[in-house]
């Protein structure tokens, strides 16, 4: 009976011990989201846009809910993403209010799509596709 108790509170023992596995929690959308992107390549209504060196624009969406875009202009403003993470909404409540599709967001990849509206040629549809 003596070797069963001191069996039983050996086994006890190590399982205590045991080195408890925590696997890292997946990213949320934003915190994927929430860095600075380089543009690798761009669609006007579906074609490939190769006239415009793209090289030097980037999207930098900050934690804090605020991005700056370097193009031939900077804009800057609020961002917000919808809780099923397929639209970003910039600067809402302003007058420079935008809705951006999100087709894709990983760790590693942004696709955008912003649509604008000209009364001369219609609705134009742009896609970027990102990289950290």
């Known amino acids: 009976m003596k070797n069963l108790s001191l069996t039983l509170i050996l086994l006890f023992i190590l399982i205590g011990c045991k080195?408890?596995?925590?696997?890292?929690?997946?990213?949320?959308?934003?915190?994927?989201i929430a860095r600075t992107w380089r543009v690798q390549s761009v669609q006007i209504n579906g074609q490939d846009e190769n006239a415009t060196d793209f090289g030097t624009y980037r999207f930098a969406f900050r934690s804090d809910?605020?991005?700056?875009?370097?193009?031939?202009?900077?804009?800057?403003?609020?961002w917000e993403l919808t809780a099923n993470a397929t639209l970003l909404l910039l600067d809402q409540g302003t007058?420079?209010?935008?809705?951006v599709a999100v087709l894709e967001l990983s760790e590693s990849d942004l696709l955008l799509e912003f649509t604008e509206e000209s009364e001369k040629l219609g609705p134009t549809q742009t896609r970027f596709a990102l990289a950290p």
């Open 65 to 78: 809910k605020t991005y700056r875009f370097l193009m031939p202009d900077e804009r800057q403003g609020n």
């Open 95 to 99: 007058n420079q209010e935008e809705s």
């Open 19 to 32: 080195e408890e596995v925590t696997t890292p929690a997946e990213p949320t959308a934003e915190e994927m």
